[in-house]
C-alpha cells in the first residue's frame, strides 16, 4: 500500500501504520533533495533502410547532448530499431548499426565513451504496431535515454 509504515516499539513490536505524502516529504527532505532527476527520453528517426537520420533529427541532435551534458554524471542508452521491412536477422544488424553510428557522433561532440552504450532491438519493439513487410517511418528510430 502506498505510504504504509512499520512502526517499531523499543521492545520489538512492529505495527502497521499510515502515512501521506506531506509527512514523507517533511521526515525525508534531505534524503529526497539528493535524488538524481527521472531519465530524459529522445527520439530521432532514420531514412530508409540505412543509418542516416532524417533531416529533422539531425537538427535535434545539438539539443539533445546539450541536454545531456548537463546532468551531473549523465550516462546514455541508445536502443536502435527498425520496421519490418527485411529479414529479421538484418534488422537485428540494423538496429545496431543505427545505435552505433549515433554513439559515435555522440562521443564525437565530446562525451565521454564509458558512458556510452549502443544496443539494437531489431523490430522487435515497434513505436507503432504492423505486419510484417510495411514501411513505416515511426519504426525506424533510436531512443536516446539520458540518465
Known amino acids: 500500500m502506498p505510504f504504509e509504515v512499520a512502526n517499531v516499539t523499543s521492545r520489538g513490536s512492529i505495527s502497521a501504520d499510515r502515512t501521506n505524502a506531506a509527512d514523507v516529504q517533511q521526515r525525508h527532505a534531505a534524503l529526497l533533495a539528493v535524488q538524481p532527476a527521472p531519465p ?3 527520439i ?3 531514412a530508409a533502410g540505412g543509418w542516416t537520420l532524417t533531416p529533422e533529427s539531425e537538427a535535434a541532435m545539438g539539443g539533445i547532448l546539450a541536454q545531456a551534458t548537463a546532468r551531473p ?3 546514455i542508452l541508445i536502443v536502435g530499431h527498425t520496421d519490418t ?3 529479421l536477422e538484418s534488422n537485428d544488424t540494423l538496429s545496431k548499426q543505427r545505435a ?3 554513439r559515435e557522433q555522440v562521443i564525437q561532440r565530446g562525451f565521454p565513451p ?3 552504450q549502443a544496443v539494437g532491438r531489431g523490430e522487435r519493439e515497434p513505436a507503432i504496431a504492423t505486419g ?3 514501411d513505416e517511418p515511426r519504426n525506424r528510430r533510436v531512443e536516446i535515454v539520458v540518465r
Do not use: D, K, T
Open 114 to 116: 564509458l558512458l556510452v
Open 44 to 46: 530521432l528517426y532514420f
Open 85 to 87: 521491412v527485411g529479414s
Open 100 to 102: 552505433s553510428v549515433i
Open 132 to 134: 510484417n513487410g510495411v
Open 40 to 42: 530524459e527520453r529522445f
Open 73 to 75: 554524471g549523465g550516462e
